[in-house]
């Protein structure tokens, strides 16, 4: 895929002028401002959102920066720049989450060495996910990726499509299905925004009627976190409001 050259070759350049320490430490604690603030408007409990820090195209530096502020999970969006950043970051404290478009034949550097996979959308991708697991890792969390409507990616499961692949999942034995994830299309309307949250939170409701426990509502990014936490997020995935815009524009609009 043209994006995994494009992501490694931003992250490897030493160009790359790379927020301050100072800076990713005041944007996170704004971050957690806002989202404390959207649980106390929404009526969720405290604690009840966790912020994913999305450090895709970021250098390593930055991911250390944000660990040091206290941040904790991280997500990236492709796979080679994803596992060199893991390694070079070496902190085993930390949660490394991929929330990238998935090609099966990159499937097992994601297994081997993330810990949750927030797009999966079909049961071969599943299924080679569960196979490449290692067994002395914990089963890999993964959240299905649904195609609500309107999403601006083409990824995701057809909402038609969703009770099956859950089913399938589910009996996968090296993976812990834990909830699902979408991408809206981007609008400042909140109403709008609201209304393809409220779509993803629906069919979550519609798994766990059907017996699946789960407990993952991943959506929200920087722009809409807000008209997500409304909705039932339990995750928010945010990278520009912490780490500042991506450096070129292919990147900005993912
Ligand atoms: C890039 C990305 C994000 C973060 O987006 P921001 O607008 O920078 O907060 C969240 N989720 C996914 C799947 C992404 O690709």
């Not at 971050?31 to 970021?58: C, D, N, Y």
């Not at 059907?210 to 807000?226: K, N, P, Q, W, Y």
Request: proline share 6%; charged share 20%.
């Amino acid at each position: 895929m043209g994006g995994e050259g494009a992501g490694a070759v931003v992250y490897s350049a030493a160009s790359v002028q790379r927020p301050i320490m100072t800076t990713i430490s005041a944007n996170l604690q704004a971050v957690l401002a806002r989202i404390a603030r959207a649980e106390q408007a929404f009526g969720r409990p405290p604690g009840a959102v966790r912020l994913l820090a999305v450090s895709k195209t970021w250098p390593a530096a930055c991911v250390r920066d944000a660990a040091r502020a206290g941040q904790r999970a991280f997500g990236e969006n492709y796979v080679q720049e994803g596992v060199d950043k893991i390694d070079d970051v070496a902190d085993p404290a930390l949660e490394w989450h991929f929330i990238g478009p998935l090609q099966s034949n990159k499937s097992r550097p994601v297994a081997e060495r993330f810990d949750w996979v927030h797009s999966v959308d079909r049961a071969r991708i599943a299924e080679r996910l569960s196979q490449q697991r290692p067994p002395d890792r914990a089963p890999l969390s993964v959240c299905l990726q649904v195609n609500v409507s309107g999403e601006a990616s083409k990824s995701g499961v057809a909402p038609a499509e969703l009770s099956a692949l859950a089913a399938r999942v589910a009996t996968l034995p090296r993976l812990c299905l834990r909830g699902l994830m979408a991408i809206p299309a981007p609008t400042e309307d909140f109403e709008a925004q609201r209304a393809a949250f409220r779509q993803l939170r629906m069919l979550h409701a519609q798994l766990c009627a059907e017996g699946h426990a789960l407990d993952t509502l991943s959506m929200g990014m920087s722009h809409d976190l807000e008209a997500a936490i409304a909705e039932g997020a339990t995750l928010v995935r945010v990278g520009t409001a912490i780490f500042g815009a991506r450096p070129t524009v292919a990147d900005a609009v993912r």
